[in-house]
């Protein structure tokens, strides 16, 4: 027997390079939120009969609220169908974004390996970019979403 096949994509989120960055995100950076976005474009783009062949398998595995990082987990036959309808995606509630692929595997394994290695990268990036005004509770919350990855199953 075949057990049933994957494809898990680790995807970055853009904020719009052209707004103004505040310290406050203008979006909530949630599962609900991305999960929705993707949803919504793949109705938009492949229509009801698309997005119900999607959803069988189409699921945000984690989001990283400070890096604005995610992994989305789709079958092996849908995966292009939801990667195109992500690159068409062009806004999370009011604010524009853009996603970037970052890596594309067929095993959890490979994408924890991929999701760790660029969530410690981009936290890296954020402490430099914040300097002294990081505080503990952001510290406490990134250390608690690379535990959510490490014990990321399926």
């Not at 505040?22 to 976005?37: C, E, R």
């Not at 783009?45 to 062949?53: K, V």
């Not at 959890?108 to 390996?113: E, F, G, P, Q, W």
């Not at 919350?141 to 199953?153: G, P, T, V």
């Amino acid at each position: 027997m075949v057990g049933f096949k994957n494809r898990y994509m680790v995807m970055e989120v853009l904020l719009d390079p052209n707004k103004e960055i505040s310290g406050d995100d203008p979006i909530v950076v949630t599962q609900f939120n991305f999960s929705k976005a993707i949803k919504d474009g793949i109705l938009v783009n492949f229509g009801e009969c698309g997005l119900a062949s999607s959803l069988g398998s189409f699921q945000v595995k984690y989001v990283n609220p400070i890096t604005k990082l995610c992994v989305i987990r789709a079958s092996r036959d849908e995966y292009q169908k939801i990667w195109s309808s992500i690159s068409m995606v062009r806004s999370i509630g009011n604010c524009p974004v853009l996603f970037n692929l970052l890596d594309l595997s067929g095993s959890i394994k490979a994408c924890k390996t991929a999701t760790l290695k660029c969530d410690e990268l981009k936290f890296e990036q954020y402490k430099l970019m914040v300097g002294a005004c990081l505080s503990a509770d952001v510290t406490q919350h990134m250390q608690n979403c690379l535990e959510k990855i490490r014990i990321l199953e399926h």
